[in-house]
């Protein structure tokens, strides 16, 4: 079992930059694929980034990618989610997720998720 717990979020003028941070239990986190996905009001969840355990792999979304980067310290049981260039459209709850499966952009694929940390861009 793992247990995921978001922090970092908050609000934030258009252009400005936030890192998210996702706090994890349970002693396999080295070997987990780590990600995030973000669902906005009225919006289908949707997947932003992915990083395999050994962090040679990384899948970013089209509309974040250039922006923002997703890095892992496995010594700390943490996942980071660097956001760049912030725009209203960034706008939503941002979930940490985490598998003992490959790295993949889909929803279905992660088998734990974190509560939520609200990202609100004001332009």
């Known amino acids: 079992q793992v247990q995921l717990v978001e922090s970092g979020g908050g609000l934030v003028q258009a252009g400005g930059s936030l890192r998210l941070s996702c706090a994890a239990s349970?002693?396999?986190?080295?070997?987990?694929?780590m990600g995030w996905f973000r669902q906005a009001p009225g919006r289908e969840r949707e997947f932003v980034a992915a990083?395999?355990?050994?962090?040679?792999?990384?899948y970013y979304a089209d509309s974040v990618t250039g922006r923002f980067t997703i890095s892992r310290d496995n010594a700390k049981s943490t996942v980071y989610l660097q956001m760049n260039g912030l725009n209203a459209d960034d706008t939503a709850v941002y979930y940490c997720?985490?598998?003992?499966?490959?790295?993949?952009?889909?929803?279905?694929?992660?088998?734990?998720w974190g509560q939520g940390t609200q990202v609100t861009v004001s332009s």
């Open positions: 349970g002693r396999t986190f080295s070997t987990y694929t």
């Open positions: 990083i395999s355990w050994n962090r040679i792999t990384k």
């Open positions: 997720v985490a598998s003992n499966q490959g790295v993949t952009r889909t929803a279905r694929g992660y088998d734990y």
